[in-house]
């Protein structure tokens, strides 16, 4: 395991300490939230948490968790989930938050808002003073029009990238496109910027995840740190 998947692991074990057996359990997307699902196997096949069931915030997240043996309900069969436990590209010191390098914004924060508790796992690369400086803004269009979101974002001051693999254009579990969005300098004011985002038609959600958040696990070299709301 290289450096920095250890210190995922170690996250994502701390952050398990916040379940408890028959939870219903809010399962992010990405790299960090595969060590979850292992910590997660692990306890069950030691005869722990029979009770839990998982709620998948991706099809990577449902493939991994079914290979694992983990139990999983849909949003709507279960739609009061006790506590989501996600990864992040982005973490201020207000634990506001960039999601979606992932591609699973949207489903993340569905998930999230029916989440009496959201536990973000990180390594300390994430921690930034402003949102914008490290990762891209992802921003989740739906394909009818995709090209005149452009001029929209730059309005906005981003400047904006189609998210494409292999040539083609990512496609999201839910179908849409993804607009991976720098700002010079970072974002100045995230509440604004979601606010005019979230208005515009075609445009599905951004991975600004603002008061959200009640708990950060932070690993990095000189151990695990936790910042709470
Ligand atoms: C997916 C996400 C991920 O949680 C985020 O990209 C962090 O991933 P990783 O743990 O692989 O760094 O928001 O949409």
């Given amino acids: ?34 060590h979850l699902l292992d910590v997660i196997a ?15 915030t991706s099809e ?7 290979r694992l043996g983990i139990p999983l309900a849909t949003l709507d069969e279960r739609p009061r989930v006790d506590l989501t ?21 949207l489903r993340e924060k569905i998930v999230a808002a029916a989440s009496a508790e959201l536990v973000i796992v990180a ?16 921003v989740e269009v739906d394909p009818f029009g995709a090209a005149i979101q452009v001029d929209f974002l ?10 494409e693999r292999d040539g083609a254009p990512v496609v999201t579990d839910g179908g849409g496109r993804i607009y991976d969005c720098r700002f010079a300098g970072g974002i100045a004011d995230p509440e604004a910027l979601e606010r005019a985002l979230l ?24 151990g695990v740190s936790v910042r709470t709301r």
């Fill in 123 to 138: 390594d300390d690369t994430k921690v930034v003073q402003r949102l914008g400086t490290r990762a891209p803004l992802p």
């Fill in 154 to 163: 730059r309005g906005l001051g981003a400047e904006p990238v189609l998210r």
């Fill in 199 to 222: 208005m515009r038609p075609g445009i599905l959600e951004c991975g600004l995840f603002l008061g959200m958040a009640t708990a950060v696990v932070i690993a990095g070299a000189d």
């Fill in 60 to 66: 990577d997240t449902t493939a991994r968790a079914r």
């Fill in 1 to 34: 395991m290289t450096d920095t998947e250890a210190l995922k692991r170690r996250a994502a074990e701390r952050a398990a300490e916040w379940i408890r057996d028959g939870m219903t359990v809010g399962l992010g997307t990405g790299s960090t939230v595969r």
């Fill in 42 to 56: 692990e306890r069950r096949a030691a005869g722990e948490w029979a009770g839990i069931v998982g709620v998948p």
């Fill in 85 to 105: 436990i996600d990864g992040a590209d982005e973490v201020d010191p207000q634990l506001r938050l960039i999601k979606g390098l992932g591609a699973a914004l």
